[in-house]
């Protein structure tokens, strides 16, 4: 089992930057890819970034490419979300997971989730 912790949402402005971060804990961290997802009301839950178990392979959602930058600490079992440039169409819940698979950018391929945190862009 591996149970996360998302934190750092909030409310920013449009061209504001937001660092999110998820804390794991149970069984070893580097053994998983990661995985941030978000999902705005009304609207599927979708990849943004993904990361495999080394941190030497990222994935980037087209909409987040260039503003996004998702990074890992083996070491402190966290994984990082820089969120920069934020625009109005960013909010959504963001959540944090982990796959047992090198990499992965569907939901259905992750085993854990987190709870969600709020991102909320004002224009």
């Known amino acids: 089992q591996v149970q996360l912790v998302e934190s750092g949402g909030g409310l920013v402005q449009a061209g504001g930057s937001l660092r999110l971060s998820c804390a794991a804990s149970?069984?070893?961290?580097?053994?998983?890819?990661m995985g941030w997802f978000r999902q705005a009301p009304g609207k599927e839950r979708d990849i943004v970034a993904a990361?495999?178990?080394?941190?030497?392979?990222?994935y980037y959602a087209d909409s987040v490419k260039g503003r996004f930058t998702i990074s890992r600490d083996n070491a402190n079992n966290t994984v990082y979300l820089q969120m920069n440039s934020l625009k109005p169409e960013d909010t959504a819940v963001y959540y944090c997971?982990?796959?047992?698979?090198?990499?992965?950018?569907?939901?259905?391929?992750?085993?854990?989730w987190g709870q969600g945190t709020q991102v909320t862009v004002s224009s």
């Open positions: 149970g069984r070893s961290f580097s053994s998983y890819a």
């Open positions: 997971s982990a796959t047992s698979r090198n990499i992965a950018t569907t939901p259905r391929f992750y085993d854990y």
């Open positions: 990361i495999n178990r080394s941190g030497g392979i990222t």
